[in-house]
């Protein structure tokens, strides 16, 4: 008898298992769809220090009077809860989702549509695609810190140097001047990649302890 509570108890407890297609998993590859989309027409501000290149500032202000404030899109970071969430397949299977819906509504940053194949920043989206195919690779049931920080970085890199390179493919197509290109790069993929491998080392956390919580659904 204490055997039998003891498997059943067991059962509903997260050890490791692939997840199954259930009714369950379904409702949580929907929720991790919207939660994407909230994520992109979400903002914060971050202000931080910065160091001007000219050393003769330095003299005529002091060293912290340089500040600039950075607006935040919690995009990537996002998509990195949802792999550590879901695991790699149906990740992927969220992200697909996205896009598709993209298709025909007004859910990316700038609009929607089979037009917005042509934005410069599409290839931002696709990307998600390989970066989390790789990154929910390495990431195993006991995963390590520097793990975790090393299929961040993998992912993160993936999906700006995928982006940059469809906005150079995009921009060739236009025949778009190169202080445009530059000033889109250094938007897209500037200061943003320390910030998005740094959030997304946080939500990756957050979202094995939230795939421990929600097992009982998933399975």
Sequence with gaps: MTKRISKQLKSFKYSGEPIKVTFGTLLLVCFCILLLIIATFTQFSITH????????????????????TYRYIPQIPTVFFIMALLGRKFGILTVCGYIILGMFF????????ITYLFEYGFGYILA????????????????????????TILGVCAIHILGILYMLFIATLRHAPMDLISSWISSQSGVQIFYDIIFSVLTVYLGRITRKVTWIIMC
């Design 49 to 68: 220090y910065y160091f001007p290149l000219d050393v003769s500032a330095y003299q005529d202000n002091g060293l912290f009077d340089y500040t600039k």
């Design 128 to 151: 998600f695609i390989p970066a989390m195919f790789f990154s929910g690779t390495l990431l195993k049931v006991k995963t390590d810190f520097l793990r975790i920080v090393l299929l």
């Design 106 to 113: 007004p859910i990316f940053a700038l609009g929607g549509g």
